[in-house]
Structures are given as structure tokens and as C-alpha cells.
């Protein structure tokens, strides 16, 4: 009878312990968190990725480990997700207006390049008091400078972000270009002995405007004015995209990059030659770091480094940064809190780990084990000189032509001045209707 009683407390035991844990599963789904009976709900709206519902496994299983600690943390609240579709800055814009009527999810992830246009509407509330100032000093400028609205308060949390770098076989370019005169020197050389000097975007798709707009930023080039009205093809700002567009054309007139780089616009182009060894150098994200060295044999993938991206002077440096944010649209304190507990015990470091988007506190670099790799104290040193696309409306228009002008450069039927004037005059048109 003795083991029999020990055998039913056992079992009982374990069939609680089954439970308990089928109880604890049920807290984190893929669009909610929290129990269903939970008194108080925050809608929330995200990037799939960046979510429950992630579509790999093995971050959704991270994922889920996460979320069930914030669960436990918070008892009393549940999250219901909803998710962003494909088209982003279609998916912003809707959002946008939700938010003017007040219809908008109580927390939200947003796209750091669409998140000054939020701030700008007045869609977002503060969030001051749920960050001390050593953690708000410890961002990087351009991510403190874009959560910060012209009133001095923050309105997001910008928590992840990748920026552009330069690869290159140092068995074929042993030394890392500062300049562009460097770096055109390089891959002439580089092309003489039978490979692709330099790979870069320059088809019909963002990630040419974006990879450029390095070399206009470097100089100190501006988009837009505080108000969101174009001005680069005014004035200084036109003399020095001309300079950046003259410095692709030249890489191309020269053969230090093929004619071919017109009609790149896939970052695993730039994969498929390193791995062929068919190239030397290109301009890339610093993720594609290890895509190469999953794909590479380890000696082949030894001869690959990276370096900040040249500039027209080796002091002169920038690089495209992009990556999401949270930010609480909801008029509800309680909510506010709640959305900013999100930004700090899910997004501030635990998905950083999760799905590998840069920290954008430079502290987070040394304290997350993720990060610990020799690379990212490279990575760090580059992004003090990041630089994000403007949250304008016209925005989208200004890469749109930018990606024109460009092709047509880089293919030969138009000079720089004259493209540029055409993208100019595009954009002044359909800024005019807005």
C-alpha cells in the first residue's frame, strides 16, 4: 500500500507539472500573450518578425521564452497582436491615419525611417519618465536624435539597427580604403588582375538610394529642410550630390566597378561573387558578414574583412542605418506604462539577442553575449557615424528618383548634371501636389 500511495502522489505530481506547464505554454500564442483572462489588454501592433509569430523557429522558440517572462512579469495584462503586411510604407500610412483618428493599436513597432513623420503628426506620446538619462545618453547620436522631437522629449525607443560597410578580399586589397580616391585606386588594381574591382547597388530598388546616400551624407548633405521640403537639389546640397554621383560614375567610367552594378539590386549578388571569388570588394550590410561564413570554407572566409565605408576624406565618414523602434500611440497612462515596460524588458536587449538587429545602446555591446564576436567592436566604432533616412512624406518620391537618376549615370545615357536637374524637378512636382 506504501508504494502505491508513492506511485499516486508521483503520478499526481507529474500530471500537475504537465499541467502547470500546458498553463504556462498557453501564455505566449502567436498573436497573444498573456492569460485571455487577463483584466487589462494592450493591442499591439508589430513586424512579424519581431513578434510571437515569428516565422523562423528557431527565434520564434527565443522568442516565446522571452515573451513568457514578460507574462509572468506582468499577470494582470494581456497583449493582442496584430501584424504589419509586406508593404511597410503602405502599412505606415494607414497607420498614420488611424492614428489622426484616433483608432490607432496602443503600442506599435515602427519603422525608424518612417518614425519622425509619427512624431511630427503629434501620434505619439512621451516617454521621458520610463528612461533614465544614462540610458538615453548611451544611444548612438543619430538613434538619440531620432527618437527626440523638437520639443526635447523621446517619443520611441529605437532598438535595433544595421548600417553598410566595406568588404574586401585582403588577399586581393590588403589594406582598408579611407577615401574614395582609395578605394577607386584599389579595385582598378584589383580589376587589372582579372576580378570585379567593386560590387555595389545601383538597380531599381532602395537599397541603391539607401547604400549611396552614405556618400552624400558624408559631406554633409541634406535631404530635406526641418520642415520635410526637399532641398537637395539646391545650393550646396546640389553640389554635393553631384560630387557622390561623380564618384560612382567614375568607378564604373574607369572599370574599377562593372557595368553590371546598373542592374544590381540583391545584396546576395554581392554572396555569390565573394563566394566565387570573382570580386574583390563591395558595399554591403554588415549581416552579410555571416551569411559568408556559414557559406564560405573557413580558409576562404578567413580572407574576408570589413572597414568602414570611404569617404571623400578619410575624416569625412557616414553610413546608411536603418532598423525599428516602439512607440505608444494609446492616451491611456496605464497603457503608456505598459507599452514602455514592452520597449525596455522585451526590445531593450532580450530581442537584440533574438533576432542579431544591432544594439542601439552602446553599453549593450559589451553586456549582451550575442554580441561578443570581435566584429561588433567594429561595428560599434561605425555606427557613431550612422545616419537614417528622413521620416518625410516625400521621402519615398526622393528615392524613387534617386534610383532613376542613378541608372541612368551608371548606364551611360544621361551625365550627372542632367539627371540629377530631372530627379530635381520630379520630386519638386510631386511635392507641390502633397
Not at 14 to 33: E, F, H, N, S, Y
Not at 238 to 248: G, N, P, Q, T, V
Not at 287 to 304: S, T, V
Not at 332 to 339: G, N, R, S
Request: hydrophobic share 40%; charged share 25%; aromatic share 12%.
Amino acid at each position: 500500500m506504501h508504494k502505491t500511495f508513492l506511485s499516486a502522489c508521483l503520478a499526481g505530481t507529474i500530471l500537475a507539472g504537465l499541467a502547470a506547464g500546458a498553463a504556462a505554454q498557453q501564455l505566449v500564442t502567436t498573436d497573444r500573450v498573456g492569460s485571455p483572462d487577463a483584466p487589462n489588454v494592450l493591442t499591439m501592433r508589430a513586424n512579424p518578425n519581431q513578434s510571437p509569430n515569428n516565422p523562423s523557429p528557431e527565434q520564434k522558440a527565443a522568442f516565446e521564452k522571452v515573451w513568457q517572462a514578460f507574462a509572468e512579469a506582468h499577470p494582470d495584462w494581456q497583449i493582442q497582436f496584430e501584424f504589419f503586411g509586406q508593404d511597410i510604407g503602405s502599412e505606415h500610412a494607414r497607420l498614420l491615419e488611424q492614428a489622426r483618428a484616433g483608432r490607432a493599436p496602443d503600442c506599435v513597432t515602427v519603422d525608424s525611417f518612417q518614425l519622425a513623420l509619427f512624431i511630427k503628426n503629434g501620434a505619439l506620446k512621451p516617454l521621458d519618465d520610463f528612461f533614465s538619462q544614462e540610458e538615453i545618453d548611451d544611444l548612438f547620436p543619430f538613434i538619440r536624435d531620432g527618437i527626440t522631437g523638437s520639443d526635447g522629449h523621446i517619443y520611441a525607443w529605437w532598438w535595433g539597427t544595421d548600417l553598410r560597410v566595406l568588404y574586401r578580399n585582403t588577399e586581393i586589397v590588403a589594406d582598408a580604403p579611407e577615401t574614395w580616391e582609395e578605394l577607386q585606386n584599389a579595385a582598378l588594381e584589383a580589376a587589372e588582375s582579372g576580378v570585379e574591382g567593386v560590387l555595389f547597388n545601383g538597380g531599381r530598388w532602395e537599397g541603391t538610394t539607401f547604400d549611396w546616400l552614405a556618400n552624400f551624407w558624408a559631406q554633409g548633405g541634406q535631404l530635406v529642410d526641418e520642415d520635410g521640403k526637399p532641398i537637395f537639389g539646391e545650393g550646396e546640397n546640389r553640389e554635393k550630390m553631384l560630387r557622390a554621383i561623380d564618384y560612382f560614375k567614375g568607378l564604373v567610367d574607369s572599370g574599377a566597378a562593372p557595368q553590371r552594378v546598373a542592374t544590381i539590386k540583391d545584396y546576395n549578388d554581392f554572396n555569390a561573387a565573394a563566394i566565387a571569388g570573382s570580386a574583390a570588394m563591395f558595399f554591403g550590410g554588415h549581416w552579410q558578414y555571416f551569411q559568408l561564413q556559414e557559406a564560405m570554407p573557413e580558409e576562404a572566409f578567413a580572407k574576408w574583412d570589413v572597414s568602414e565605408l570611404p569617404g571623400p576624406t578619410a575624416d569625412e565618414r557616414a553610413t546608411g542605418t536603418g532598423g525599428w523602434t516602439i512607440a505608444a500611440f494609446s492616451d491611456d497612462a496605464e497603457k503608456i506604462e505598459m507599452c514602455a515596460n514592452v520597449m525596455r524588458e522585451v526590445y531593450m536587449g532580450p530581442a537584440n539577442e533574438v533576432i542579431g538587429d544591432l544594439p542601439t545602446r552602446e553599453s549593450l555591446f559589451a553586456s549582451l553575449p550575442k554580441f561578443q564576436d570581435p566584429y561588433f567592436d567594429k561595428l560599434k566604432d561605425y555606427l557613431v557615424n550612422g545616419r537614417a533616412r528622413p521620416g518625410v512624406p516625400i521621402y519615398p518620391e526622393i528615392s524613387n528618383q534617386i534610383q532613376i537618376m542613378m541608372g541612368e549615370v551608371l548606364s551611360g545615357t544621361k551625365e550627372p548634371e542632367a539627371a540629377l536637374d530631372g530627379a530635381w524637378n520630379r520630386v519638386m512636382d510631386a511635392y507641390a501636389k502633397m
